[in-house]
């Protein structure tokens, strides 16, 4: 698996569970600065994952060269996730909630 690979499954991931986490455990009443951090914090715990990962995926393993990755790594998660949350998981958790409330 390649470094963009495993950067866009943890964003597509990370857009699912903070959905989940909006809709689910906090019923829409957090706040955006609340939403923001926790995205941010399961951004970085994707972020060190990927930082273990990815020298087993690369065969020379330059890109371990230096933890500063992790922040670069955490910043690539956190904004690609918003577009897949927005764009992708929220129509499909909206109507799954609806659904579950007609039954």
């Known amino acids: ?5 495993i950067l866009l499954t943890f964003a597509a991931f990370l857009g699912l569970v903070m959905e ?3 809709k689910s455990v906090r019923r829409d009443r957090a706040s955006e600065n609340e939403i923001k951090l926790v995205a941010l914090a399961c951004s970085a715990a ?3 994952v ?3 990962v990815v020298p087993a995926a690369t ?3 330059e890109l371990n060269s230096t933890p500063y990755l992790v922040v670069l790594y955490t910043i690539a998660i956190y ?3 918003l577009p897949t949350c927005m764009a992708f998981w929220k129509p499909l958790v909206k109507k ?3 659904s579950k409330v007609d039954e």
């Open 50 to 52: 990927t930082y273990q």
């Open 20 to 22: 989940l986490y909006k």
């Open 46 to 48: 994707l972020a060190y």
């Open 1 to 5: 698996m390649t470094l963009g690979a």
């Open 96 to 98: 799954f909630m609806e």
């Open 59 to 61: 065969p020379t393993g």
């Open 79 to 81: 904004l690609l996730q």
